[in-house]
């Protein structure tokens, strides 16, 4: 099974990437932001509750989104791998993600983690505000602080899975194209 951790701040391409890869790869894509939007979509209890966080750039609770990946994970026992997709985003949530595996006799293969300038972020995220009404991409005040969530909460993944001798990091500036050209080298040398 080949299962990779799609990482980066908010804004590096991590769902754009996440699409290229399931059409050749033929992996499961799992995307926790994707999961709770479902969640506020069907106006569900749990979604009335993280649009409050999501909207202001704060994480929702841990057990909230490990509960979710732990429901996908039993539903897809024959899956030939995923794709995790803005999770694991706390190291409570990393060290969860490694138990979750484990009971199905699986682990990461590796974590890619996709490296932009803060600028480029932002410029990219206030431009897909304006058409996906995303209330979380239209204020630059939320996009910052969004970004520093990233830095306080989620960067300590990357040393995780680096501790662990996973990690491999590319550069995410560039066409879609030549990005996910380096994913594949990624994982071809994984
Ligand atoms: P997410 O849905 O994960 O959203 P994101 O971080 O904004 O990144 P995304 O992956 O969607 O964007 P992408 O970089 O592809 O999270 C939203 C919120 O949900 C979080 O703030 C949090 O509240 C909550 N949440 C989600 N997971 C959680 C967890 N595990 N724990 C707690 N809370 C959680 O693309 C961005 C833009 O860049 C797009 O418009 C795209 O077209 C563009 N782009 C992509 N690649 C490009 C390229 N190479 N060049 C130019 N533009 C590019």
Redesign the pocket.
């Known amino acids: 099974m080949l299962n990779i951790v799609l990482f980066?701040?908010?804004?590096?391409?991590?769902?754009?990437?996440?699409k290229l890869m399931v059409d050749e790869y033929l992996l499961i894509h799992l995307?926790?932001?994707?999961?709770?939007?479902s969640e506020i979509q069907a106006d569900t209890e749990l979604g009335k509750k993280?649009k409050l966080?999501?909207d202001a750039?704060?994480?929702?609770?841990?057990e909230?989104?490990i509960g979710m990946i732990s429901n996908k994970l039993e539903a897809n026992k024959d899956a030939k791998g995923f794709i995790f997709?803005?999770?694991?985003?706390?190291k409570e949530?990393a060290i969860a993600l490694d138990e979750l595996l484990k009971n199905h006799n699986q682990s990461i293969s590796v974590m890619i983690s996709?490296a932009v300038p803060e600028r480029?972020?932002i410029d990219?995220?206030l431009?897909?505000g304006k058409e996906?009404g995303?209330p979380?991409?239209q204020n630059e005040e939320v996009i910052l602080g969004?970004l520093n969530?990233y830095k306080e909460q989620t960067e300590v993944v990357k040393d995780y899975y680096g501790a662990q001798g996973k990690s491999s990091e590319i550069n995410?500036?560039?066409?879609?194209e030549?990005?996910y050209g380096r994913i594949k080298n990624a994982i071809k040398q994984a």
């Open positions: 980066g701040p908010p804004g590096a391409g991590k769902g754009t990437q996440s995307s926790t932001g994707d999961l709770l939007r993280a966080l999501m750039g704060k994480l929702v609770p841990d909230v989104v997709d803005g999770f694991p985003r706390t949530q996709m480029e972020l990219r995220l431009e897909r996906s995303r979380d991409d969004r969530v995410g500036l560039g066409s879609i030549e990005v």
